[in-house]
T-cell receptor, first 114, second 112 residues
Framework: GAGVSQSPSNKVTEKGKDVELRCDPI?????LYWYRQSLGQGLEFLIY????????KSGLPSDRFSAERTGGSVSTLTIQRTQQEDSAVYLC????????????FGPGTRLTVT | GNSVTQMEGPVTLSEEAFLTINCTYT??????LFWYVQYPGEGLQLLLK?????DKGSNKGFEATYRKETTSFHLEKGSVQVSDSAVYFC???????????FGQGTRLTINP
């Protein structure tokens, strides 16, 4: 079956512009996660959605970052007024919310802020 | 809070050598433990998992045992291949479908 998909695969933007990153989780997975992978910080949790519960936003680095999940499926991560330190690979993962809750990752979106 | 500490890399071995990548953790409760692998140019893939103390996860010749007494989850393989060259991440998941906390990753290079 289809895995987690993310778009775009690469995004280059100018400092100060807004960007939107999209994630399509595995069909039927109730939990969706966003992480960021950067050279200096490793893999960092950003935000987590589980069903209809309020999202866990505890990992968002600033109020420039936001995310939504529509209809319990597709999610969009928005970064406003991008800064150079936002350059990273943004990873989306989903899980079925059962058992060991292992997460399945998408290929990521590489964001470069110039 | 929860944390994961991995063996510093990079690690370079010859083909057929024995591999150990150390991973220790700090957590409250009874977390699940995972090893993820990232091959060059690819995304993160789940390699193996263990959900309770003394469980052994295994896949593709790799093994790791959940040791609660030493808070460890070391990754081992008896005979590595060039195709095992990748970055390996140890990760901890809290109870319930919560975020993963990752170690810093260990880059492994296997020479023929």
């Amino acid at each position: 079956g289809a895995g987690v998909s993310q778009s775009p695969s690469n995004k280059v933007t100018e400092k100060g512009k807004d960007v939107e990153l999209r994630c399509d989780p595995i069909s039927g997975h109730t939990a969706l996660y966003w992480y960021r992978q950067s050279l200096g910080q490793g893999l960092e949790f950003l935000i987590y959605f589980q069903g209809n519960s309020a999202p866990d936003k505890s990992g968002l680095p600033s109020d420039r970052f936001s995310a939504e999940r529509t209809g319990g499926s597709v999610s969009t991560l928005t970064i406003q007024r991008t800064q150079q330190e936002d350059s990273a690979v943004y990873l989306c993962a989903s899980s079925n919310g059962q058992g060991a809750y292992e997460q399945y990752f998408g290929p990521g979106t590489r964001l470069t802020v110039t | 809070g929860n944390s994961v500490t991995q063996m510093e890399g990079p690690v370079t071995l010859s083909e057929e050598a024995f591999l150990t990548i150390n991973c220790t953790y700090t957590a409250t409760g009874y977390p699940s433990l995972f090893w993820y692998v990232q091959y060059p140019g690819e995304g993160l893939q789940l390699l193996l998992k263990a959900t309770k103390a003394d469980d052994k996860g295994s896949n593709k010749g790799f093994e790791a045992t959940y040791r609660k007494e030493t808070t460890s989850f070391h990754l081992e393989k008896g005979s590595v291949q060039v195709s095992d060259s990748a970055v390996y991440f140890c990760a901890l998941g809290g109870q319930g479908a919560q975020k993963l906390v990752f170690g810093q990753g260990t880059r492994l290079t296997i020479n023929p």
